[in-house]
């Protein structure tokens, strides 16, 4: 198994910025990707950003591109998302997941196709 945990939410204002991380612990050895996804009050989750651990890869929702950047450090088996010119609707709870395992292509998108996932930090942007 691989335990997360994310850290780093909070209330901003529009145009700022903030950093959100998550800490994988356990099993980290078999880790083949991460990703972050959102839910909002009253809307489905959905795909943020996403980054193959190996290759470092990354995937990004089009809401997002340009804005938001996605990365990891191996040494500390943590994944940082950097949220810049952040506007109201990223307001939402951000999660971390990992799919782990051998896997013959990559869908970052997909949230079915994560095994593990945090317990969700909320961030805030003010209008």
């Known amino acids: 198994q691989v335990q997360l945990v994310e850290s780093g939410g909070g209330l901003v204002q529009a145009g700022g910025s903030l950093r959100v991380s998550c800490a994988a612990s356990?099993?980290?050895?078999?880790?083949?990707?991460m990703g972050w996804f959102r839910q909002a009050p009253g809307q489905e989750r959905e795909f943020v950003a996403g980054?193959?651990?190996?290759?470092?890869?990354?995937d990004y929702a089009d809401s997002v591109k340009g804005r938001f950047t996605i990365s990891r450090d191996n040494a500390k088996n943590t994944m940082y998302l950097q949220m810049n010119s952040l506007k109201p609707e990223d307001t939402a709870v951000y999660y971390c997941?990992?799919?782990?395992?051998?896997?013959?292509?990559?869908?970052?998108?997909?949230?079915?196709?994560?095994?593990?996932w945090g317990q969700g930090t909320q961030v805030t942007v003010s209008s």
């Open positions: 980054i193959r651990w190996s290759t470092i890869n990354t």
């Open positions: 356990g099993r980290t050895f078999s880790i083949f990707a």
């Open positions: 997941a990992t799919q782990v395992g051998t896997r013959y292509y990559w869908d970052s998108r997909s949230s079915l196709k994560y095994e593990y």
